[in-house]
Structure formats: C-alpha cells, structure tokens
C-alpha cells in the first residue's frame, strides 16, 4: 500500500514588524526621557516603612549635610522667577541664558554671589564633591530663608496664571543623612515654621517592617 505523503508546511515567522514595533518603542522612551542630575551631596537617609511617594511637582527639596545645606525645585519657571527675586533681593543681575541655565539645574548650595559661577559650570563639575559649599542659613545672612519664601512665590504666581490654577502651596521635603546632627534639622524646620509652613514630608529610605 502506498504511503500517504504529508505536506510540510513552514513554521517559520516574519519578525520585521515586530522588530520595527520594538525599536519604535526603545527610540520613543530614550528621547522622551530625562536623565536625572546628578546631586551635589548624596546622603543616606534613615530608613523608615512609611512608602508615602513625593509629588512629582510643585515641590522644594532641602537636603542638609553635616554643615551644609541645599535646595532644589521642580520645574523649569519655578526656578527662573525664583532666581529673579533672588536677584532683585541681593542686588545680582543674571542673563536670559544663565536663567535658562540655571532652569536645568535640579539642586544647588551656593552663596548667591557665587551663582554665576556655578552656572557656567559643567553639569559633571557642578556635582564634584567641595565644588558647592553649601547655602548660607545663619542669622546673619540667611539665603535658605529667601530661596524658600521666593520659590513659594514663584509658585503661587505661576499657578494663578493658569487657566485653572490649583491654589496649593508649593510643597517642601527635607531630605538628611540618618547621622546628621539635629541642630541642622531644627535650623531649617525653623525655617519653615517662621514662613508659617508646618506640613513638609521628610525623606527616607526604606527598609522591612521588624516581626
């Protein structure tokens, strides 16, 4: 008896377009990406099981080293108009491409008059450690005092400009190292309270609850 014979058929797929989907893909999330600056002064934050997240807008980070301190804002206007009334307070006049500058930097702590040398750094040197000493915070000359009250004020002015503008205060974290010593915290948190603000988040790592 004759053996029947089966046709074979090709198994084999065309991934071209699957291919094309995927790198479509891969190019779209590289160039929307933004890479995150690096920071002038990383610490390692005590680690708590609090997992409440942080805005992703309208917020001030303070971040406090053993002597130092610095300050950060999101958003680019934010901190254009921030660094103008800072200008305007200290007597400091900058141009529209170091304001533009200025808008990409995420954390700085300097002394106002040393900003225009800080701007026209390089990102890489901007976070080289002893480059940035730190924000003056004492009785004397209490810049943290103005960047704060200004970043507040940029952010309500440009809030109420929008076609519906939410009416909240700019948010602030401060962010230390679990071995930073408390009269450093308490000179910020003091800070805060003098301009009437008594809700901030602090920063923490995270660890397991203990059993």
Not at 78 to 101: A, H, S
Not at 183 to 188: E, Q, T, W, Y
């Amino acid at each position: 008896m004759a053996k029947v014979k089966i046709s074979k058929k090709r198994t084999s797929v065309d991934m071209t377009a699957m291919c094309d989907v995927a790198f479509l893909l891969l190019s779209f999330f590289i160039m929307t990406a933004q890479a995150r600056q690096p920071e002038p002064f990383p610490v390692d934050a005590p680690a708590s099981t609090v997992q409440t997240k942080l805005p992703d807008s309208n917020l001030a980070t303070i971040t406090i080293g053993d002597s130092t301190v610095f300050f950060g804002v999101t958003g680019q206007d934010v901190r254009i108009m921030m660094l103008e009334k800072m200008g305007e307070k200290y007597n400091v006049t900058f141009t529209e491409d170091e304001k533009k500058t200025f808008s990409l930097i995420e954390y700085f702590g300097v002394d106002i008059k040393q900003m225009h040398s800080l701007i026209a750094m390089s990102a890489s040197d901007r976070a080289r450690p002893g480059i940035q000493p730190g924000i003056p915070l004492d009785s004397a000359n209490n810049q943290l005092y103005d960047w704060v009250l200004n970043a507040r004020f940029a952010s309500r002015t440009l809030d109420a400009k929008k076609e519906n503008p939410t009416k909240r205060d700019l948010d602030v974290a401060i962010k230390g190292g679990k071995n930073i010593d408390y009269p450093m915290v308490k000179k910020v948190i003091d800070i805060l309270q003098r301009q009437k603000k008594n809700n901030f988040y602090l920063v923490t790592g995270l660890r397991n609850e203990d059993f």
